[in-house]
């Protein structure tokens, strides 16, 4: 996915896998009073298996807060099933056959691992494979006659009520992923639409101060050729003209600098994106420096300073949200945004998440400048960046 989006499938996959967290916690609270009414018919692998269950639902719902190791648990939810489809015979004692229990308190296991396979994989071949092995499983073992000796229609009714129960939830999970790229693949063409707006705006400014200098020089030297009065001055008037003449070969030969802008052409194209982008934003700015800015270092700035206010936007709920342009010294850049919001740590963020270190720390560092990122919760976050570095 491009480091531009909004991370819109992030956030929405770190909802969803919060609630799904609930909702399996609930429904193993339910598989355990089951496992408890029929305990005295099972061995004490039964039990074994039980308190893995807990444990590996415990860390569901820490892992999908956390933001970190989700499908890995949800994986060894799902096998975890599979397993102790394959343990009941083992497990299940004699006396089950006769305790008048129709189904074995795994039955309710079954659709609780089909459904954690189908949050972590959604509708995908590795999915299907899987729910394949663990309904044949079942329908073969739930046959066999000390387990419950099921009818091969009951076992295979059984089977079917989970296929489409599974199946049904994995495709909404599928569909709300794709949902979610196709956000984000929009936000990412906007963002680079409003990208390539600055960059044409600030290469535009930077022809327009090269035509003003040399408009200003041209009309110098008319003025102090009219003004001349004595040989000394006309001599003078003689050498700005051929100054001005050269200054025009220059720019016709490609001889001026090309592929670079200015602090101050710079800190207006970021101004006008900035304030597309997010209309409420505060800005100020303080250079007036003509020093060039390679077009690359300009760039970059640019894209990880959007990407910083697009993250403020979304993700920090602030109420104010600066930003402040300054080119402190010759050619050095130094751009903030300033957000009052709810803060986090940056050691937290999800790999998942591109924002903070694609689009900005690695991004500046590939121009040679460098990005700070200081946060507090329930102050705030500083976003620095600094060119050259």
Same mark, same amino acid.
């Given at each position: 996915?491009?480091t531009?989006s909004?991370a819109a499938r992030?956030?929405?996959e770190?909802?969803?896998?919060?609630? /799904?967290?609930g909702v399996?916690?609930? +429904?193993t609270l339910?598989l355990?009073?089951?496992q408890?009414?029929?305990?005295?018919?099972?061995?004490?692998?039964?039990?074994v298996i !039980?308190?893995?269950? *807990?444990?590996i639902?415990?860390a569901?719902?820490v892992?999908?807060w956390?933001?970190?190791g989700?499908?890995?648990?949800? !994986?060894?939810?799902g096998l975890?099933?599979?397993l102790?489809v394959l343990?009941?015979p083992?497990? #299940?004692l004699d006396t089950f056959a006769?305790?008048?229990f129709?189904t074995p308190w795994v039955?309710?296991?079954?659709?609780v691992a =089909? *459904?954690? !396979?189908?949050?972590?994989?959604?509708?995908r071949a590795s999915f299907?494979?899987y729910? *394949?092995?663990?309904?044949v499983a079942?329908?073969?073992?739930?046959?066999?006659?000390p387990?419950?000796?099921?009818? /091969?229609a009951g076992? *295979?009714?059984g089977?079917?009520?989970v296929a489409l129960?599974s199946?049904? /939830?994995?495709?909404l999970?599928?569909?709300?992923?794709?949902w =979610?790229?196709?956000?984000d693949e929009?936000? =990412?063409g906007?963002?680079?639409?409003a +990208?390539?707006?600055?960059?044409?705006?600030?290469?535009?400014?930077?022809?327009q101060?090269?035509s003003?200098l040399?408009?200003?020089?041209v009309l110098?030297?008319f003025?102090?050729?009219?003004a001349a009065?004595?040989?000394?001055?006309r001599?003078a008037s003689?050498?700005?003209a051929?100054e001005?003449?050269d200054?025009?070969?220059?720019i016709q &030969?490609?001889?001026?600098p090309?592929?670079?802008t &200015?602090?101050?052409?710079? /800190?207006?194209s970021?101004?006008?994106?900035a304030?597309?982008?997010?209309?409420?934003?505060?800005? &100020?700015m303080?250079?007036s420096?003509l020093?060039?800015?390679? !077009?690359?270092?300009?760039?970059a700035?640019?894209?990880?300073a +959007?990407?910083a206010i697009?993250n403020?936007?979304r993700?920090?709920?602030? &109420?104010?949200?600066?930003?402040?342009?300054?080119?402190?010294e010759?050619?050095v850049i130094s751009?903030q945004?300033?957000?009052?919001?709810?803060g986090?740590?940056?050691d937290?963020?999800?790999?998942?998440?591109?924002?903070?270190?694609?689009s900005?720390v690695?991004r500046?560092a590939?121009?040679g400048?460098t990005?700070?990122? #200081?946060?507090?919760?329930?102050?705030?976050?500083v976003?620095?960046?600094r060119?050259?570095e």
């Open positions: 996915m491009n531009h909004t992030g956030k929405l770190n909802l969803t896998r919060k609630v /799904f967290a399996i916690g609930a +429904l339910e355990w009073s089951k408890v009414s029929q305990n005295l018919h099972f061995s004490g692998l039964a039990d !039980m308190g893995a269950v *807990l444990l639902v415990l569901i719902n892992t999908a956390l933001g970190r989700n499908n890995v648990m949800l !994986m060894i939810h975890l099933g599979l102790s343990l009941l083992i497990m #299940t006769l305790s008048g129709d039955w309710w296991y079954v659709g =089909a *459904l954690s !396979m189908a949050a972590r994989f959604g509708l299907l494979s729910l *394949l092995i663990l309904l079942w329908t073969a073992i739930i046959m066999l006659e387990i419950g000796g099921a009818s /091969f076992a *295979l009714q089977s079917v009520y129960l199946i049904g /939830f994995a495709g999970v599928t569909l709300i992923r794709n =979610a790229d196709t956000v929009a936000h =990412a906007y963002l680079l639409s +990208l390539e707006t600055a960059r044409v705006d600030a290469i535009e400014r930077e022809d101060r090269v003003a040399l408009h200003d020089k110098h030297t003025l102090f050729a009219a009065n004595t040989p000394a001055e001599l003689v050498s700005l051929a001005a003449v200054s025009i070969e220059a &030969t490609g001889a001026e090309e592929g670079t &200015t602090p101050a052409s710079l /800190f207006l970021i101004k006008k994106a304030l597309k982008l997010s209309p409420r934003i505060r800005v &100020t303080n250079s420096g020093d060039p800015i390679p !077009m690359e270092a300009a760039w700035i640019t894209e990880a +959007l990407q697009e403020s936007e993700h920090s709920n602030c &109420t104010v949200l600066e930003l402040k342009l300054n080119s402190p010759s050619a751009v945004i300033v957000d009052n919001g709810r986090f740590r940056p937290r963020v999800p790999r998942a998440r591109l924002g903070i270190r694609g900005i690695n500046m590939l121009v400048g990005a700070k990122i #200081t946060s507090i919760l329930s102050v705030g976050t976003v620095t960046l060119w050259p």
